[in-house]
């Protein structure tokens, strides 16, 4: 008989071993998965990142290309107090149309 109650507390202690090596190897996996998840989320941010880069100096090169006047520029920096950069980016953004370009500025 005291042989048996050993041998039941030594099946107690391994059914509490495997029961906690069961919680450990869940939430391993559970890291693992979230992992995961964050290493396809920052992909997914990287991809999009590069693509909005990639518009945005397609665009640059586009409003680079547009020919402006420099008393147009002029005209803009005077009337609105404004930087040289902005106004010719202003009128850049309307295609170079003075007009167009101070409607926006007044709106």
């Given amino acids: 008989m005291e042989d048996e109650a050993p041998e039941k ?14 919680k450990v190897t869940d939430f391993v996996a ?6 995961e998840k964050f290493r396809h989320a920052i992909t997914g ?10 518009e945005k ?19 803009i920096m005077k009337e609105f107090d404004m930087d040289r950069a902005s106004s010719e980016r202003c009128l850049r953004e309307q295609s170079g149309n003075l007009v167009d370009a101070l409607r926006t500025l007044v709106e």
């Fill in 9 to 22: 507390d030594k099946d107690r202690e391994t059914a509490k071993s495997n029961k906690d090596l069961g």
């Fill in 30 to 35: 559970e890291r693992e998965v979230d992992a």
């Fill in 57 to 75: 100096v397609k665009r640059e090169k586009e409003l680079a290309a547009v020919k402006i006047n420099s008393e147009d520029v002029e005209v």
């Fill in 45 to 54: 941010i990287l991809d999009s990142s590069s693509k909005d880069n990639a």
